[in-house]
């Protein structure tokens, strides 16, 4: 009985691939977070703290 090995390069993961994409990841998580600090800050000079929460829970879906 014959075994067929099959080795394509192009499915494994390249680390260094990962590695940037894990990066570039971090840094958009980092920006939305201050981004919806800077959002929850302006709005609280208007809105109650109950209505922001309600809608950024409800954005959050």
Known sequence: MATAVCHRPD???DPMNS???GAL???LAFGLYA???VVVKL???SF???Q???FSGLMAF
Do not use: A, Q, V, Y
């Open 52 to 54: 922001i929460m309600f």
């Open 35 to 37: 981004t919806h600090d």
């Open 11 to 13: 499915l494994e993961p």
């Open 43 to 45: 709005l609280g000079e």
């Open 48 to 50: 109650t703290s109950f």
């Open 25 to 27: 990841l971090s840094l």
């Open 19 to 21: 590695t940037l994409r």
